[in-house]
């Protein structure tokens, strides 16, 4: 536990970038699914999806700082850690992706990754209806998983006095709370 007073860099610009490009392409692919009509545009923004996915994951590896997957890579006794804090009413307060919140970010990525490739399976006339299920299938449990992600951010913000969607357009935080480190942090 320490206490920061200063402003600090937590998001990178790749990883900004990332974020409002995913959340721009992840929009237009759902906005477009249901007609022939916008096929193309809908297959545009998915191989978009699928290419920001691509560039997200060589970044956790390559990339620095908070971006790092070690940085917050959940394991089961950070998860039950956290979700025990909250219930106590003083919930761990990271400076990165809290446990919680990395869960999210990890199903999200693999939806991505579901979604895309049976698209392109879909698309190449390969796997039948099945593939048409499972493309759907993945399409609404990355939507799901995007509710309950932007509930978490709201919710996190307000518990911990930030405004964490300013953070991920600015890359700057201001902590006024005593924080619980990320791993490598
Ligand atoms: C299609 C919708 C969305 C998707 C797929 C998505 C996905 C993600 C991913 C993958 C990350 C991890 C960032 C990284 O380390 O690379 C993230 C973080 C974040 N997202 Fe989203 N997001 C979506 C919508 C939104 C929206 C609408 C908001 C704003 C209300 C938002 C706010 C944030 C914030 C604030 C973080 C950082 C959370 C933290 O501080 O730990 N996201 N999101
Ligand atoms: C990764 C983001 C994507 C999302 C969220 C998404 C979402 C969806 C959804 C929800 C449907 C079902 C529409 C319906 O009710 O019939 C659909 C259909 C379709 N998608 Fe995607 N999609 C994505 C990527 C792709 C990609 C990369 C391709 C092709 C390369 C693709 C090709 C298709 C095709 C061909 C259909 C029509 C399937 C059918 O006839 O039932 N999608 N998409």
Same mark, same amino acid.
């Given at each position: ?9 937590? &998001? #990178? ?5 990332? =974020? &409002? ?6 929009a ?9 009509k916008?096929? #193309? ?8 999806l ?5 560039f997200? !994951? ?18 089961p006794?950070?998860?039950? #850690?956290?979700?025990?804090s !909250? ?16 869960v999210?970010?990890? !199903?999200?990525l693999?939806f ?22 499972? =493309?759907?299938?993945?399409? %609404? ?16 913000? &307000?518990?911990?006095?930030? %405004? !964490?969607?300013?953070a ?13 480190? %990320?791993p490598?942090?």
């Open positions: 536990m320490n206490i920061e007073a200063k402003p600090i860099r937590v &998001w #990178d610009l790749p990883t900004r970038l990332f =974020h &409002w490009s995913l959340v721009a392409s992840f237009i692919a759902f906005l477009t699914a249901e007609s022939e916008w096929r #193309d545009i809908h297959v545009a923004a998915g191989y978009t699928a290419g920001l996915i691509t997200r !994951l060589l970044w956790g590896f390559v990339g620095g700082g908070y971006s790092r997957f070690a940085e917050f890579l959940p394991t006794r950070t998860i039950v #850690d956290y979700i025990k !909250l219930m106590n009413g003083k919930p761990q307060h990271y400076v990165g992706h809290n446990p919680a919140g990395a999210a970010i990890f !199903l999200l693999g991505g990754v579901a979604a895309a490739g049976s698209g392109w399976a879909v698309y190449e006339n390969m796997g039948g209806h099945f593939m048409e299920e499972l =493309h759907e299938g993945a399409s %609404n449990g990355m939507m799901a998983i995007v509710v309950i992600h932007i509930a978490g951010v709201i919710v996190s913000s &307000w518990l911990h006095h930030e %405004n !964490l969607v300013l991920m357009i600015t890359g700057w935080k201001k902590m006024r709370t005593p924080t619980h480190e %990320n490598a942090g």
